[in-house]
Structure formats: structure tokens, C-alpha cells
Antibody, heavy 120, light 111 residues
Framework: EVQLVESGGGLVQPGGSLRLSCAAS????????MNWVRQAPGKGLEWLSY???????YYADSVKGRFTISRDNAKNSLYLQMNSLRDEDTAVYYC??????????????WGQGTLVTVSS | DIVMTQTPLSSPVTLGQPASISCRSS???????????LSWLQQRPGQPPRLLIY???NRFSGVPDRFSGSGAGTDFTLKISRVEAEDVGIYYC????????FGQGTRVEIK
């Protein structure tokens, strides 16, 4: 069974930093691209960042230059380093499995999410 | 950037009746590999989103056959043939042809 478990959320002051982690299990992590997606309270879904199985990396304009995505295939883990946090970054952050090289099925597995609250 | 626009934003439906949600993209979602990467997701209250449909019309594992997807190019539709109580939630279209973008979401509720 595919499992994605996020951690690292919490309360942080504006301008602060947090590092989110996502522990993956139940599939060959290195073979899949991964994403971070967030959802502000009462709002819709916002794609933030993608890291390919080939390590290609992309960011949404809203977080470019502030957030950094990375992965450790040996640890089956995905990360999101978030710097210069703003009030508007308050949201639930989801780790989302993307496609592999053979079956182009995107966003087929989601973690439960971790809440990040940016407030003074 | 590709913008995804869903209509309606809210859809009150009678149990057992059909529901339909439209999604329009600001540019064609046909990828250079010939595929169209348009998906539909369901988010029940208090839950993370769940994949329903991928590549326009393919039902994901375990998705009931009352859900169907159709469309091409820039116009896509999700249909629920007979709405059940468990279908209440917010439905999102998502494109994965060029980076990733979600529609604003459509709330399906029971009348």
C-alpha cells in the first residue's frame, strides 16, 4: 500500500523558516516524480513544486526563490525547505506522488498533510 | 502559465440525479507526446484529495463507474451519473501537461 506521511509543520513567525518532510513507503520511491501542493484554510489547491525521478525541479512563481524541494532516494523521503515565510503561506501542505516513467498517472497518492501556520 | 477554469463553482444536486462539472484550460492540454494530461480529483470534507480520473477519461483504481470524464483540447467534463451521499465534496480538475495547475474547485452538495 502506498503511504505518504508528512511532518515538520507548525507555528512559525513571518520571515522564519521550516523544513517539511515526507516519508514514502509501499512503492519504489526513486522511480516516481513527486510534488508539494498546499491548501490555505477554506481555499483551493495550489501546486508549489515538482521534483522528477530524474531530479528535474520546477517551482510555482509564488514560492520561487524562497522554497527548495529535494529528495533522498536512499531514505525514501521528500523535503521542502521553506524560507522567508509570509502570512499567506499558512496552509496545509501535501506531499503528492506524480507519474513514473511508464504510467503517466499524476497525483494518484496524497499524504494527509501537515499544517503550517505563519503568524506573529 | 496554464489557467484552469471550472464551472459551476457550486452544484446542488438531488440524490440519484446526475451532476456535471466543466473545466476549461487557457491553452491546449495536448502534450508533445500526444497525451492529454487532464485529471479530476475529489476532496471529501476533512480529507486530502483523491484521484478519480486521469488522462481525460480513465477511471483510477477503485473509482465507481458512475464517474466519467470526457473532453479534448481545452474543454473537459466530469459527470456523475447518479449522485450518492458519499459524493459530497469539492471536485478539482488538474492539468499536468505543463507543470501542474488546479481549477478553483466545484462544491457538490445535496439539495
Amino acid at each position: 500500500e502506498v503511504q505518504l506521511v508528512e511532518s515538520g509543520g507548525g507555528l512559525v513567525q513571518p520571515g522564519g523558516s521550516l523544513r517539511l518532510s515526507c516519508a514514502a513507503s509501499g512503492f519504489t520511491f526513486s522511480a516516481y516524480s513527486m510534488n508539494w501542493v498546499r491548501q490555505a484554510p477554506g481555499k483551493g489547491l495550489e501546486w508549489l513544486s515538482y521534483i522528477g525521478y530524474n531530479s528535474a525541479i520546477y517551482y510555482a512563481d509564488s514560492v520561487k526563490g524562497r522554497f527548495t524541494i529535494s529528495r533522498d532516494n536512499a531514505k525514501n523521503s521528500l523535503y521542502l525547505q521553506m524560507n522567508s515565510l509570509r502570512d499567506e503561506d499558512t496552509a496545509v501542505y501535501y506531499c503528492v506522488r506524480d507519474a513514473d516513467a511508464y504510467n503517466y498517472v499524476h497525483a494518484d497518492s496524497w499524504g494527509q498533510g501537515t499544517l503550517v501556520t505563519v503568524s506573529s | 502559465d496554464i489557467v484552469m477554469t471550472q464551472t459551476p463553482l457550486s452544484s446542488p444536486v438531488t440524490l440519484g440525479q446526475p451532476a456535471s462539472i466543466s473545466c476549461r484550460s487557457s491553452q491546449s492540454l495536448v502534450h508533445s507526446d500526444g497525451n492529454t494530461y487532464l485529471s479530476w480529483l475529489q476532496q471529501r470534507p476533512g480529507q486530502p484529495p483523491r484521484l478519480l480520473i486521469y488522462k481525460i477519461s480513465n477511471r483510477f483504481s477503485g473509482v465507481p463507474d458512475r464517474f466519467s470524464g470526457s473532453g479534448a483540447g481545452t474543454d473537459f467534463t466530469l459527470k456523475i451519473s447518479r449522485v450518492e451521499a458519499e459524493d459530497v465534496g469539492i471536485y478539482y480538475c488538474m492539468q499536468a501537461t505543463q507543470l501542474r495547475t488546479f481549477g478553483q474547485g466545484t462544491r457538490v452538495e445535496i439539495k
